[in-house]
């Protein structure tokens, strides 16, 4: 289960660079494009569940594991990267699983975030939204300066 899911983080710093609107609806098209069997592994594992909760939890926990296996050192995660691996969850892997328009994805996004806040530290308070409530945060213009 989620032999690929390691590859979302490839380019998570260059991602995370200078986000601007523009750039970010570009990039999370990429990112969508890039890991959609991962994202309809991750979805499909929990649509054909008949206990879809507890599905999406064992999901969540083996995408916890391939985080701090990929990402941790002796076990921990630095605090520094924590912050980057938790902007990149926000901005791109939880509007993407949305983005799936499956009927499970909200239940799936729901389970990560509480197993994210359950094993990370400096990530209990991380939640998500959608990558149209996303997009409308960002300003075009800011006193016509940018």
Do not use: H
């Not at 660079?17 to 979805?43: Q, S």
């Not at 985080?67 to 980057?84: A, E, L, N, P």
């Not at 799936?100 to 939640?127: H, K, P, V, Y």
């Amino acid at each position: 289960m989620l032999e690929q899911a390691g590859a979302m983080f490839d380019d998570m710093e260059a991602m995370l660079y200078r986000i601007k609107k523009k750039v970010y609806k570009e990039r999370m098209a990429i990112f969508c494009e890039k890991n959609a069997d991962t994202l309809r592994e991750m979805t499909g594992f929990v649509e054909q569940a008949e206990n879809k909760e507890e599905a999406a939890a064992q999901m969540a926990t083996a995408f916890g594991d391939m985080v701090q296996d990929r990402f941790g050192k002796r076990g921990k995660i630095s605090g520094r990267s924590q912050m980057d691996i938790n902007v990149f969850m926000i901005y791109y892997v939880f509007p993407s699983i949305l983005l799936t328009n499956s009927e499970c994805a909200r239940i799936l996004a729901d389970a990560i975030r509480d197993e994210w806040r359950g094993r990370f530290r400096d990530s209990a308070q991380i939640g998500y939204t959608t990558f149209e409530e996303l997009c409308g945060t960002f300003q075009e213009k800011f006193l016509g300066i940018f």
